[in-house]
């Protein structure tokens, strides 16, 4: 058994046997995250905070809320004096525990009075599993309007409003690249059983890109100037494409009739994220907090991610129809959006809350630790009204100017 081969628990043996023994990488990333019965995400089984399997930003305390709050309050005002009559919506897709959603429905009712009786928060999740904890979340919040919907029903009668994708899209089955002999494979997973007493095994495997794939990297490559495989790549060097973000920027667009789409995760340029020093990609699993290469392995007990390529995310985003408004990383936003003044106001804490200034510093801190959540990159696009010429650019306090 070689070290990268795992032990295949027996719902998976099952499905790989039903598939041909072997299947692509998203199909078995898709399974061990959404699987209704065995998924991480589907199954309910995988927790996002600090006392389950990984943190988000929202999940750490409602610090990060308080600060992106003031970026949504521009925008919605933006939206209601662009649309006096209509309903604003909200819209959280893979809402996680409903932290987020939770946090801002009262920072909404302070700021924005007025508007409430035209505000509502759209939930777009997956998994069952995942609502069901959402939905208890959110009962303890009261006064707003929530609903469940996908992305599919909302493009029925698509909403003016916000939507959110927080910690989502690196969170999209991937195709995992291997270079070999000087071209690219696709990877595969396959079930490899040795004799009758022999546990299952997974094992990674390849073959050649089909032409459907082929055809994808090629137009995305020259559409966002990419050069894949880099020059220098050395044999072996493996690399993650995420064929799924154009189908999905297209589904959220169709769903928004005008407003913004802030996407907050893990990206990088592609220079970074295509150099041949990277040779294993950016794909990682995480479980009780630990992060790990081994994404194989307990197949449904573990969350699996890959880091989004920030051109193909842009050039993706703007073919289905969003502008592109800008990007940053984590710190240069809170900062824009009062980081640094809530640090400051820390001081002004009584002695007595000693504990709880240290326990809210130490959650701002983390928002920007550049070993970590500070590593997140937020990305603003917005719908173009068909009537674009009159209507005014959305202004924004941490973003550079449309380009
Ligand atoms: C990494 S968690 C992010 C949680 C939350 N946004 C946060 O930051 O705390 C991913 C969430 O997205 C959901 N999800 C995954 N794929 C999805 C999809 N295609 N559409 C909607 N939700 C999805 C998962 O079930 C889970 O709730």
Known sequence: MKASDVPCPEWLKQRLQQHGGRVPFPTFMDWALHDPVHGAYGSGHLRVGKAGDFVTSPSLGDEFSGLLIHQLIEWLQLLAVRHPEARLSIVDVGPGEGDLIAQLIPLLQTALPDLLPRLECVLVELNPGMQIRQKQRLQTVESLHCRWCSLETLGEQPVIGIMLAHELLDALPVERLLLRDGSLQRQMVSLQISGDEQQPLLVWDEEPLSSELEAHIQVQTVRDGLNLPPNGAPEGWTTEWHHLVAPWMQQACAAMADGMLLVVDYAMEASRYYAPHRRDGTLLAYRRQQASSDVLRDAGCQDITAHLCLETLVGSASEAGWFFAGQCRQGEALLALGLAERLTALQQ???????????????????????????????????????????????????????
């Open 349 to 403: 804490m009584p002695a007595d809350q000693l504990a709880e200034a240290l326990r809210q510093r130490e959650a701002l801190l983390r928002l920007v630790d550049p070993g970590c959540l500070g590593e997140l990159r937020w990305f603003a696009f917005h719908r173009q009204p068909s009537a674009a010429a009159e209507v005014p650019e959305p202004v924004s306090l941490f973003l550079s100017e449309p380009s």
